[in-house]
């Protein structure tokens, strides 16, 4: 067998010219320690802060501490199995999760991984989770509404698109309901809405999702789930997660989108217990000194968005928890100082049957009347301050003194307030209805209904409305205000008096 000599050399010269000198150089520490979610790791002198490393078994974890000898990484996943001396390298990248379209109506948790057993999300658009919030020149002032489908909240402490509003109360005061009606309000409105669940039970998760299938609105829905048998680092990177799952429909599509955080008095206990972990000093009620830093680089991202940079806008309702109504704590107080307004849940007025339980005396919207419609901004003034002298003299009247009638009219005209106020869980009203109703009651078009028949009243009002005047609700949707105050007016009075004659003739029948 003959050798070709020239064919070899060819070759041998062709594989040099195209020999590409390529070296391939990561940087790799050692772990020292591993316990509770933390790893304690030697050798990794350039890696930065938030930035990602990977242990040799694959597991992912955060560089959080840079100390002089050791970086403190939070282990995002199993830690069980790692063990001194595993082998970890820096990836080069910031933490990152998938976003797009194929995230509504899933459930995921806060790396952006199916939890809802309906197999892998089709996406490979990804955004960083930490991200600079947008500066004054990228922003306009708040001024649509983002209507929340409850009568007292729309009426009195408005929450406009790009705000960041408050849920604050104590436990079981209906504080997750607010928002999850607010979530169910924006069916066909073109809003995406992230719901994002900090330390919650899964149970209760998974009855929140049923009921938004239920009333068709997880299409338009992300669940992010960190739940409480979740680490803390999970707890923490949650509500960063469902921000971000926001931001990609606000910057790439320009969309109105709400995100309802439940809730960051959990977020920042779960913060709390990493910082300890890794030693950092702790300050006050234990927490770390840059606590406030954690909620207001989350809320800060809520913006309304400048018409030339798509006009999107992402709302927030962050949710804290207090102790015995403590909103002088630490937490609360810092929350509400980043916020534009909180709405208050009060105990002792769920307990009274008041539902929701909004106090809309001590509640406020700093965005105020910029966030309402012409329609429900005219009624809703007159209600503000019929409840105000409601409070007024329902304290006085608790002495047991003789009252003059125009005192005791405004008495009865407050509990008919408060009677309109009250409404059924996952029972959004649209605004048009919202303004028939509280127009009815501060006219003193109800004046002559007996209180407990009022609700009864107010349904079957705009029962009849809708059916015989339907173009006076639609007046008010189209033109955001009431185009015929007489005619509305007209209309609640004759129904008014058919009513309480109906009324009358079922209790000459009864007797």
């Known amino acids: 067998m003959k050798i070709k000599t020239d064919e070899i050399a060819s070759v041998l010269k062709k594989e040099i010219a195209s020999f590409d000198k390529k070296l391939d150089t990561a940087e790799v520490g050692e772990v020292l320690t591993v316990g509770d979610g933390i790893a304690r790791v030697y050798g990794l002198e ?104 409850i009568k007292a909240i729309d009426a009195m402490i408005p929450v406009g698109r790009g705000q960041r509003e408050l849920i604050i ?18 069916k066909g409105k073109d809003v995406m809405c992230v719901y994002v669940a900090v330390g919650q039970k899964s149970s209760n998760v998974a009855t929140v999702y049923e009921r938004l299938e239920k009333l068709g609105c997880t299409d338009y829905t992300t669940i992010v789930l960190a739940s409480a048998s979740d680490p803390a680092p999970m707890q923490y990177l949650a509500p960063y ?28 206990n779960a913060y709390r217990q990493m910082s300890l972990l890794l030693r950092r000093p702790p300050g006050r009620e234990a927490y770390p000194g840059d606590v406030f830093y954690l909620h207001s680089r989350l809320l800060e991202r809520a913006v309304k968005m400048s018409d030339k940079y798509g006009a999107g806008s992402l709302t927030a309702l962050p949710i804290i928890e207090t102790q015995e109504g403590e909103v002088s704590a630490y937490i609360p ?27 809309v005396g001590i509640s406020v919207s700093r965005v105020g009347g ?65 303004v028939l109703s509280i127009f009815a009651v501060t006219r003193g078009l109800m ?31 189209k033109s955001s205000k009431i185009e015929n105050e007489q005619a509305l007016e007209k209309t609640i009075k004759d129904f008014a008096s058919s009513f309480m ?4 003739a079922d209790v000459r029948s009864q007797a």
Not at 243 to 268: N, P, R
């Open 370 to 434: 910029a966030a309402q419609i012409k329609a429900m901004k005219s009624v809703a003034g007159k209600m503000k301050l019929d409840l105000a002298q409601f409070r007024e003299l329902e304290a006085f009247a608790q002495l047991g003194t003789e009252l003059d009638a125009t005192t005791q009219a405004q008495l009865d005209r407050g509990y008919r307030v408060l009677e309109v106020l009250k409404q059924d869980e996952s029972n959004p009203w649209e605004v048009e209805d919202q």
């Open 169 to 186: 109360g104590d436990r079981g005061t209906g504080k997750s309901a607010i928002a999850i009606d607010t979530i169910i309000n924006q």
């Open 333 to 359: 107080t810092n929350v509400i100082s980043i916020t534009d307004g909180q709405i208050y849940l009060q105990p002792n007025l769920f307990a009274s049957g008041q539902r929701p339980a909004v106090d």
């Open 46 to 149: 350039k890696v930065m802060y938030n930035e990602m490393v990977e242990f040799e078994d694959g597991t992912l974890g955060l560089a959080f501490n840079l100390e002089e000898n050791s970086v403190g990484v939070v282990v995002l996943g199993p830690y069980t199995q790692l063990r001194e001396g595993n082998q970890v390298r820096r990836l080069g990248k910031v933490l990152a999760v998938p976003v797009g379209e194929a995230m509504l109506g899933r459930i995921v948790d806060a790396m952006g991984r199916p939890l809802d057993g309906k197999g892998p999300i089709a996406t490979t658009a990804t955004r960083p989770m930490e991200i600079i919030a947008p500066g004054i020149a990228r922003r306009q002032p708040v001024h649509e509404p983002m209507q929340t489908g």
């Open 501 to 504: 004659e109906g009324r009358a």
């Open 447 to 477: 004046d002559k209904i007996p209180i407990d028949r009022v609700r009864e009243f107010e349904l079957a009002l705009l029962k009849h409305v809708r059916q015989a005047h339907s173009e006076l609700l639609e007046g008010i949707r």
């Open 241 to 268: 997660t469902g921000c971000t799952i926001a931001e990609y429909f606000m910057y790439e599509h320009g969309k109105a989108t709400l995100v309802v955080y439940d809730d960051l008095s959990k977020h920042a």
